[in-house]
């Protein structure tokens, strides 16, 4: 095939151990087990946009009747074809959980070995705003004020830092599928070309590549912040070039041994089933399933068990189940790991539209050869749920960062130093590797600790402390420093590279405010200049 008949790209400008390190020492010393090779794995990360209602997910059997209370019309049946469907009845009475019915193929990834559940999944002070709170996801942050503004991606800094030898290679380290959005995670704190996004996949399988989209690049570029800009775009565009072929032979070359739904999430599976099985070499790639915001019509009346919300379950379990089918069948199943994550859960207590509002924790699934089964957490405790709490579930089980680091680590092998990079809390002094879930990667394919590696190129930055308020933002934005770091100028910067406003700030103070009425709705940036240097972030403008 062609390459102009290919997948349409833009560049992308934008774990604790089940034997102790002290055994697999010994063993290391006496001729044990040698180092797994790890040069061929890939992490696949599924985003359910939206915010996943956890609970009509993974139901509480345990308490089922105060489920049941808390969702008169939503609660799904505990008996019947259409039930609830027991997940493991050999787990304990306080651990026994129902998945939606539509998630048989969930049960049996399950019964196969290759499913696990984590519950309480969330973050410190939790965000409800779907932008921001995916952003949090995204960058590794949360929601205090310390950890509230990185300007990259986690997974861009663990690029940066674990795969440092890849970044100039012929194909990308990182692939995103099914948006058109850049997403913040592949954004690095140095290097930004960090991922490819493949857009506007077609069901029948032929794809269209675009190469040059900015024309015959001038002769000469100007000496000047525009010229950096011009080429930063031709650097981007000729490592799409570059991409292109890599990508293109890989497709050529793959094959699926299984036959998908035609849906979008199982269309974006497919293809990186035929990358991996044509021998790309991409390491991580990004997936994604919208309209889980399911305010309301998240059922059928009289019909808790179809609806909206089942309808996703389902594309979700028929698209994750023949992915990891295919690629078991294909030789390739030890070498991949699956992930879905979430901005938040949502709330205990339904609403009066057959729907639920914006919560707070949720559970993750994470597929493959290399889980082990089983649930990771308890069950959610539904008496926290209260009026008094707007019926909010807010224990948070686990912190997503301490999930993320048990792969990186685990079942990557990354070094502590690492995942300090990657995952950095300005709150605490020791990083994710102390949060990591026990029992989550199998013995068969745990890295031990004397495996693992990585020196981190970039180490965690010092504190940022210039807040941006609010955002999203309609008429005016602040900007807030500390004393000792005053503000000098704001700048207001077009997602083209067009300054837009340049505002000085008359007092020099430590704070200030700027009008943003005139501008269009959109995303925009902020470059701060202030004592200590330049800051910058991205906003949005909508009313």
Known sequence: MRRRKF???????????????????????????????????????????????????????????????LRPTLKLSNSGSNGIINLDSTLSIEDQVGLHPSLTKFKRLYDNGMLRIIQGVGYPDSNKSHFK???????????????????????????????????????????????GDNSLSFHGEVEHGLSINISNQDV??????????GGIPPDAIPDSEYGQLVQFLIDLDNSTNIYAEAI????????????????ELANQLKTVARFISGGLQTKIYLVKLPGFD????????????????????????????????????????????????????RKAAENANLGTDHGEVAPMFVFGKSVTPGISGTNINLSEATAANNFQVQTTQHDYRGVFSTVLQDWLGAKNEILDATLYDRTMDSGFANKKIPNLINSTSLVPPFCYNGIPVNPPKTVNTVMVYPNPCSDFISANAPADNPIYTISV???AGTTINFCKNPQVSAEMTIDIRHLALGFYYLKIETKKGLFSKKIIVRR
Not at 153 to 168: A, P, Q, S
Request: aromatic share 10%; charged share 15%; with cysteine.
């Open 7 to 69: 997948i349409q790209l833009t560049s992308s400008a934008s774990v604790l151990s089940l034997v102790p390190s002290e055994v697999f020492s010994l063993l290391k010393t006496i001729g044990g087990p040698s180092c797994p090779n790890l040069g061929g794995k890939k992490l696949i990360l599924i985003q359910l946009a939206g915010a996943n209602d956890g609970l009509n997910t993974v139901v509480p059997l345990n308490q089922y009747d105060l489920y049941a209370n």
């Open 133 to 179: 709170s995916s952003d949090l996801w995204l960058s590794g942050g949360d929601g205090t004020s310390l950890n509230f503004d990185y300007q990259s991606g986690w997974v861009g800094r663990f690029i940066e830092n674990y795969y440092t030898d890849l970044l100039h290679e012929n194909f990308p380290v990182g692939i995103q599928l099914g948006s």
């Open 204 to 213: 029948s399988g032929f794809y269209s590549v675009v190469n040059g989209l």
């Open 248 to 263: 293109s032979s890989a497709f050529d070359g793959g094959s699926n041994t299984v036959s998908y739904p035609d849906n």
């Open 294 to 345: 399911t305010h309301d019509g998240q059922v059928m009346a009289n019909a808790a068990h179809e609806g909206f919300h089942a309808s996703l379950l389902k594309k979700l379990a028929e698209a994750v189940e023949p992915f990891i089918t295919d690629m078991n069948n294909q030789g390739k199943g030890d070498d991949v790991l699956a992930i879905t994550f979430s901005e938040f859960g």
């Open 493 to 495: 910067i077009s997602t």
